[in-house]
């Protein structure tokens, strides 16, 4: 049996402590029930309204929360509230929902800049006081959408890459208990408060491996973390870079009848479809990110995209998986920003990330983030110009470039695109920046066909010649890049012969149908024909 893992940290308190562990890095998604009724982003007055009364809700809560605490803890408290009240927060914010940014990303916008400044100080001191703003930014955050942060388990042995000083002070020590940072510091407020309460904490372990409950040990006098066997540590900050070969050619792979190997994905399209994905048998040629975002409150939220794209990663295991940024708009709108123009104004897709990249870089940072705990491949929706992508790619490098300067772990994962939209399909070879392609067969349909959303089921076969030589033609433009197939057509075995003709040599389907379209590809040649004997 293996020995238990021994991580060197360093001591920030002194004692030694023993429980299961509490992973502060994969929050629970709040459910419909529970997110916010937030103001468009044009209504100014509205959307600081609410931010007003989140910011007193906030200052009431830590006001309570220091009812009764100490000197060193009031002191802490009382900080937070300072910066609570200080009219330049609130000046950088209005100036954002001036500029029509939404309440929850204009907060979150100024806030980061704040944290960021501290985070690249030269003094130690001022770079422990970058989790006391993150706490700030967090706490309002939860009362804008209706979710408090939750306590953890009392006992519990913290674990993350930080610790807020109000979730320090919230929580009921008397049981045990101790904490394992990521990063950290001594100077730190956190740290400040484990000593005066005799908290076991170290600091700096670096970023390790662990389930939720596992047991982990603390040691405060060592300066050492031990973990039970199975965890690992996480190999060292990862520079971003540019993937070189092809990223999406196993796992998943069967043979036509000649013997031309085939590769079968699958799609996911809700978070509860995770637990379902078997390694052993499939990657996720497209996880559509959209629908995991509920609301404003969700597509704001870091962390919570993270813990979501970390988890199917790691159950694919070395399986590639492919996660769409997020589809919203026109006939998918995303509650909080009903404001923004529907399909007719072209607002959807990359579109409207690119017209709201306060959108688009919290979701690139927790890709950016998750890249580093599996096989990821980023894919762009809607893409109709090659400048779209070059744009994308743009905001990807700007944000690992942060999150380099901060020590967050991350990875540049392949960027690529859908292919849905017919002036895209018969000018592929001019996308250049492109690492690969996913024929998306629903909109692809839908646009050359000109029909209604509504009619696009009834359509669908008439407009399959149409949309069949658009794919062979557009598949001799790619360029020998990975191509893939990933729309309602992929998963229906009437049009297998076509697509196989046309080059296709991928295909992801809704996990259902994948026995069907394994069955039906080990039946036909690599051309489209039946096998003899057939």
């Not at 040691?219 to 039970?228: M, P, R, S, T």
Request: net charge negative.
């Amino acid at each position: 049996m293996a020995e238990p893992l021994r991580l060197q940290a360093k001591s920030a308190s002194p004692g030694i402590a023993s429980g299961p562990a509490f992973l502060a890095e994969e929050p629970k998604a709040p459910s419909a029930a529970e997110q916010p009724d937030t103001a468009p982003a044009s209504r100014a007055v509205g959307g600081y309204g609410a931010l007003e009364k989140a910011i007193d809700i906030s200052i009431s809560e830590l006001e309570h929360l220091a009812d009764g605490a100490d000197a060193e803890s009031r002191d802490i408290i009382d900080f937070q509230i300072e910066v609570l009240r200080d009219p330049s927060i609130a000046e950088a914010t209005g100036a954002r929902l001036e500029a029509d940014e939404n309440v929850v990303f204009a907060w979150v916008a100024t806030l980061d800049a704040y944290i960021g400044e501290l985070e690249a100080a030269d003094e130690e001191q001022m770079r422990a006081r970058a989790v006391d703003i993150l706490d700030i930014k967090n706490r309002v955050l939860g009362a804008l959408a209706g979710t408090p942060i939750a306590d953890f388990p009392p006992g519990s042995v913290f674990v993350g890459k930080d610790m807020e000083p109000s979730r320090f002070l919230a929580h009921d020590w008397s049981k045990g208990g101790g904490i394992a940072l990521f990063a950290g510091s001594t100077a730190g407020h956190v740290a400040l408060l484990a000593r005066a309460k005799s908290v076991p904490m170290v600091i700096g372990t670096g970023r390790f491996s662990a389930a939720d409950g596992d047991p982990v040990s603390v040691d405060g006098n060592a300066g050492a973390v031990i973990l039970q066997a199975g965890s690992m540590l996480i190999p060292p900050l990862v520079p971003a870079q540019e993937p070189a070969g092809d990223t999406q050619t196993t796992g998943g792979e069967l043979r036509t009848a000649d013997g031309v190997p085939i590769l079968l994905s699958i799609n996911i399209n809700d978070p509860a479809e995770i637990d379902a994905l078997d390694p052993a048998t499939a990657g996720v040629g497209l996880m559509r990110s959209e629908f995991s975002i509920t609301s404003v409150a969700d597509a704001a939220n870091e962390e919570q995209q993270l813990a979501i794209y970390r988890r199917v990663l790691e159950q694919a295991g070395d399986r590639p998986v492919t996660i769409r940024m997020l589809d919203i708009g026109g006939d998918k709108p995303l509650p909080g920003l009903e404001d923004l123009p529907a399909l007719a104004s072209g607002l959807r897709g990359i579109r409207l990330l690119l017209a709201r990249p306060e959108i688009a870089r919290v979701q690139a940072r927790a890709l950016l983030r998750a890249a580093v705990f599996g096989r990821l491949s980023v894919m762009l929706p809607m893409v109709t110009f090659p400048d779209e992508i070059d744009r994308m790619r743009d905001i990807f490098r700007e944000e690992a470039e942060k999150l380099g300067r901060r020590a967050l772990h991350h990875r540049m994962p392949p960027i690529g695109m859908m292919v849905e939209v017919p002036a895209a399909a018969l000018m592929l070879d001019t996308f250049g920046s492109a690492a690969f392609f996913s024929f998306g067969t629903n909109d692809l349909t839908q646009y050359l066909a000109a029909s209604a959303r509504d009619d696009i089921d009834a359509d669908t076969g008439k407009a399959a010649p149409a949309v069949l030589r658009l794919l062979a033609q557009a598949v001799k433009l790619t360029a020998g890049k990975p191509v893939s197939i990933c729309g309602d057509m992929a998963g229906n075995p009437h049009y297998l012969p076509g697509l196989l003709a046309a080059g296709l040599r991928h295909f992801s389907v809704a996990p259902d149908r994948r026995p069907a379209i394994r069955s039906a590809i080990i039946g036909l040649n690599a051309d489209g024909t039946r096998a003899a004997g057939e």
